[in-house]
């Protein structure tokens, strides 16, 4: 849907969650090519609005209560947030959705709740109310730093959490790193009520979810330890990651007390290094000794082939990686 924009006749641009708030305008969709077409504003009161402009938009869909969300999506509607990833389907070469279900009408998903034992956020969060309302926290920094260093400031102003997370084919997400590094639960609305899984269950699971479950937000537990995220894009800052390491440490007198490491973009799903995290537990805060660990044990990755990058070298910088992580936390523990 990004790839085109709304105005209505007086010119003024809109985005879709505004359509609900507009009776009676008239607005035009104009695709990439220029082609547009007019629409009547006040089918968006009603749910649902006929688009059939050039680029091959189907229905869009509006709901406004989770129910509403779960019975389109039970139809085949395709749950879209900022719609970074859908908008560029065409460049991958795959077909466009029939049906868009817009979710800015969810209040609920846009919630961001941060208390002394829970931090619980919204599945609408943009990666830059995350980069902020976390950056304080020092469990939760590792994510700030993953949310406010993904893609480039115009994504980020619009991507969000719970479609970062949901979108299986995308290999190279700062966010799941990041969240298996906090303990995250998702919690997902589904047809016989909410359920919560834990971040690695829903990241194994999330390809076969198919029409049964929405992203309500995700949970984190407060923890004493502190986090860092480091991640090596191949050219400039707006490219996607080549590999991503995401730690989360309690430090008692020196010595590792508690760990958890993440890799993410090396293999198509992100997941915890736990062969690592059990060789440096109990050891000392080392940031070279804690690299060269890591040369040990990235055998136990299958590294993806990919333009960006061959398998080989997303393993060679991981410990790198690792050991950047390290140091970004080293003056605080």
């Not at 938009?57 to 709901?63: A, E, H, K």
């Not at 960006?308 to 936390?329: E, H, I, Q, T």
Request: proline share 5%.
């Amino acid at each position: 849907m990004d790839a085109c924009h709304f105005r209505c006749a007086e010119g003024q641009a809109f985005e879709k969650g505004h359509f609900e708030r507009e009776q009676t305008r008239t607005c035009a969709l104009f695709d990439k090519t220029g082609a547009a077409e007019s629409i009547d504003c006040s089918l968006f009161i009603s749910g649902a609005a006929k688009m059939t402009a050039q680029n091959g938009f189907g229905q869009i869909l509006s709901p406004l209560s989770v129910d509403e969300a779960l019975a389109a999506m039970a139809h085949g509607a395709v749950p879209i947030a900022g719609a970074t990833w859908v908008m560029r389907a065409p460049l991958r070469h795959e077909p466009l959705p029939g049906q868009l279900l817009s979710l800015s009408g969810l209040n609920d998903l846009h919630d961001l709740t941060i208390d002394t034992k829970c931090a619980s956020l919204g599945a609408m969060t943009t990666h830059d109310k995350l980069a902020v309302a976390l950056a304080p926290h020092a469990d939760l920094s590792g994510l700030a730093a993953a949310a406010g260093n993904s893609a480039n400031p115009g994504i980020r102003r619009v991507a969000t959490l719970g479609g970062n997370i949901a979108t299986s084919a995308f290999a190279a997400s700062d966010l799941a790193p990041a969240l298996l590094a906090a303990d995250a639960t998702v919690i997902l609305a589904t047809a016989s009520g909410q359920k919560a899984l834990p971040m690695e269950t829903f990241l194994a699971s999330r390809a076969g979810l198919g029409h049964g479950g929405l992203i309500l937000r995700v949970e984190i537990p407060r923890s004493p330890r502190n986090a860092a995220h480091a991640r090596l894009p191949m050219r400039k800052a707006g490219d996607y990651p080549c590999a991503i390491v995401s730690i989360s440490v309690s430090v008692l007198a020196g010595m590792i007390a508690d760990i958890r490491i993440a890799v993410g973009a090396v293999e198509p799903t992100a997941r915890r290094w736990t062969a690592l995290e059990d060789r440096l537990i109990g050891t000392a805060y080392d940031p070279a000794r804690a690299e060269a660990e890591a040369r040990k044990l990235t055998d136990g990755f299958t590294a993806r082939e990919a333009i960006d990058a061959p398998g080989w070298y997303r393993l060679s910088v991981l410990p790198v990686l690792l050991r950047r992580a390290f140091l970004k936390l080293q003056a605080g523990v």
